[in-house]
């Protein structure tokens, strides 16, 4: 595993612990052999995470610096300890209860060797049953004797460089992201999959909620300043608690009126609300001060809501300019272009939407739609089958439409559309 000190592009595992003794090794050994050093700061096991880290030392003979530290009730604290101590020319920060696999491992062979970007961003499947969270993806998973149902995406910065000053911020939702941006560090997406482990019990994911809400509220008592309220809405926010979450971004905003990811929030609170009007008023607000990708999609979607087809098209693009490779603005923009009448237009762009995701539920039913509607049954029950494959909500529906049009291709073309895009 180790490598000698004068080559480049070598990688420091960064990682932090409490209580990890559950996944903590298997992380450990999916990752040993492309890190040169590994980090471990702790913030107050009980349990026989030490004794894993010993274990693994031993066995695969590698050094592990331990470190304890003092937990402060802020994630990012602990991160920046970890990091610290990083000698390498690349950090790599996971967490225990993620592994990497061998496509991954390979991938970041590849991308310590980049010259251009400073970070990237990975996928992270958080693997649940629970099928009812947004994003939700129906793709069996087995791992430990245990079965997934599916996974839910997020994309994060998990592989950054070293020694650029960058920085964890965020009690809770401790990200390093505005660091690198801040010092106009370039960040580039990576297929790499990072698969999460870790969340998949619902009560645990509920009673983590509760607990990062409670140290907000302790931030927010100690230190009010917008930063304190901004992540506190949040919490609110993912606890549904919609009444609070919109009551923190309001103080937020009154101690800094150019907070645009507060007023970007209130946004989405209010969306989430179906008062698609008042979304729509903080959304251009927040774009008044800075203009970004999501302000603009999420606008889009507002006007597609309520039904003004050119206006949402217009801020589609625009969010397209900033942000090329989203793959939910094609979706959004085909089913807008649907709705105009521009079959062809909307088949265009949802096909760049499944290339670019190809567990993109929406963009392969939506495909499925426009390919049906312009004639082409084999590809609208193509579509439709990986959509239904892939979990989408109204699957026994879209079923019945497959067995429709496959009689139709066998019998009589004459059929009557029964979907609508946007789904």
Same mark, same amino acid.
């Given at each position: 595993?180790?490598?000698?000190?004068?080559?480049?592009? $070598?990688?420091?595992?960064?990682?932090?612990?409490?209580?990890?003794?559950?996944?903590?090794?298997?992380?450990?050994?999916?990752?040993?052999?492309?890190?040169?050093?590994?980090?471990?700061?702790?913030?107050?096991?009980?349990?026989?995470?030490?004794?894993?880290?010993?274990?693994?030392?031993?066995?695969?003979?590698?050094?592990? /610096?331990?470190?304890?530290?003092?937990?402060?009730?802020?994630?990012?604290?602990?991160?920046?300890?970890?990091?610290?101590?990083? $000698?390498?020319?690349?950090?790599?920060?996971?967490?225990?209860?993620?592994?990497?696999?061998?496509?991954?491992?390979?991938?970041?062979?590849?991308?310590?060797? *980049? /010259?251009?970007?400073?970070?990237?961003?990975?996928?992270?499947?958080?693997?649940?049953?629970?099928?009812?969270?947004?994003?939700?993806? #129906?793709?069996?998973?087995?791992?430990?004797?245990?079965?997934?149902?599916?996974?839910?995406?997020?994309?994060?910065?998990?592989?950054?460089?070293? #020694?650029?000053?960058?920085?964890?911020?965020?009690?809770?939702?401790?990200?390093?992201?505005?660091?690198?941006?801040?010092?106009?560090?370039?960040?580039?997406?990576?297929?790499?999959?990072?698969?999460?482990?870790? #969340?998949?019990?619902?009560?645990?994911?509920?009673?983590?909620?509760?607990?990062?809400?409670?140290?907000?509220?302790?931030?927010?008592?100690?230190?009010?300043?917008?930063?304190?309220?901004?992540?506190?809405?949040?919490?609110?926010?993912?606890?549904? *608690?919609?009444? #609070?979450?919109?009551?923190?971004?309001?103080?937020?905003?009154?101690?800094?009126?150019?907070?645009?990811?507060?007023?970007?929030?209130?946004?989405?609170?209010?969306?989430?609300?179906?008062?698609? *009007?008042?979304?729509?008023?903080?959304? /251009?607000?927040?774009?008044?001060?800075?203009?970004?990708?999501?302000?603009?999609?999420?606008?889009?979607?507002?006007?597609?809501?309520?039904?003004?087809?050119?206006?949402?098209?217009?801020?589609?693009?625009?969010?397209?300019?900033?942000?090329?490779?989203?793959?939910?603005?094609?979706?959004?923009?085909?089913?807008?272009?649907?709705?105009?009448?521009?079959?062809?237009?909307?088949?265009?762009?949802?096909?760049?939407?499944?290339?670019?995701?190809?567990?993109?539920?929406?963009?392969?039913?939506?495909?499925?739609?426009?390919? *049906? /509607?312009?004639?082409?049954?084999?590809?609208?029950?193509?579509?439709?089958?990986?959509?239904?494959?892939?979990?989408?909500?109204?699957?026994?529906?879209?079923?019945?439409?497959?067995?429709?049009?496959?009689?139709?291709?066998?019998?009589?073309?004459?059929?009557?559309?029964?979907?609508?895009?946007?789904?």
């Amino acid at each position: 595993m180790q490598i000698p000190e004068t080559m480049p592009n $070598t990688i420091s595992l960064c990682m932090i612990t409490k209580n990890e003794e559950k996944y903590l090794g298997q992380c450990l050994e999916s990752v040993k052999d492309i890190v040169d050093e590994i980090i471990i700061v702790d913030t107050g096991s009980t349990d026989k995470t030490s004794e894993v880290i010993q274990s693994f030392a031993e066995k695969f003979h590698i050094d592990v /610096k331990f470190f304890s530290f003092k937990w402060v009730d802020d994630f990012s604290a602990a991160r920046n300890e970890c990091i610290k101590h990083a $000698t390498k020319d690349w950090i790599l920060m996971i967490d225990a209860d993620e592994l990497l696999d061998e496509d991954g491992i390979k991938t970041i062979k590849e991308l310590v060797k *980049d /010259k251009e970007n400073d970070a990237f961003l990975f996928l992270q499947k958080n693997y649940t049953n629970d099928s009812t969270i947004a994003g939700f993806v #129906n793709e069996e998973n087995k791992h430990n004797g245990r079965i997934y149902q599916g996974w839910y995406g997020s994309l994060i910065i998990k592989l950054f460089r070293n #020694n650029k000053g960058y920085r964890f911020d965020g009690t809770v939702h401790e990200l390093v992201e505005p660091s690198i941006k801040s010092k106009k560090g370039k960040i580039a997406a990576a297929n790499v999959v990072l698969h999460h482990y870790g #969340n998949a019990d619902p009560d645990v994911v509920k009673k983590k909620r509760q607990y990062y809400l409670e140290l907000c509220k302790k931030k927010v008592s100690q230190k009010k300043d917008a930063a304190s309220y901004y992540e506190l809405g949040i919490l609110y926010k993912e606890n549904s *608690d919609f009444d #609070n979450a919109l009551k923190s971004f309001q103080k937020a905003i009154e101690i800094v009126p150019n907070h645009h990811l507060s007023l970007f929030e209130m946004g989405v609170v209010k969306e989430q609300q179906k008062n698609y *009007d008042a979304a729509m008023k903080y959304y /251009k607000e927040s774009l008044k001060i800075i203009e970004n990708s999501d302000a603009f999609q999420n606008l889009g979607v507002c006007y597609f809501r309520k039904g003004m087809m050119k206006e949402a098209y217009d801020n589609l693009k625009k969010a397209l300019l900033l942000d090329a490779n989203k793959f939910t603005i094609y979706n959004s923009l085909g089913a807008v272009l649907e709705r105009l009448g521009d079959l062809k237009s909307a088949k265009d762009m949802l096909e760049i939407a499944t290339k670019l995701n190809r567990n993109n539920i929406t963009g392969f039913y939506n495909l499925g739609i426009v390919l *049906d /509607k312009l004639g082409d049954f084999n590809g609208a029950v193509e579509n439709y089958e990986k959509a239904v494959a892939l979990g989408h909500k109204n699957k026994e529906e879209i079923k019945k439409r497959i067995e429709q049009l496959k009689d139709f291709t066998a019998n009589d073309p004459k059929y009557k559309y029964s979907f609508n895009v946007g789904g």
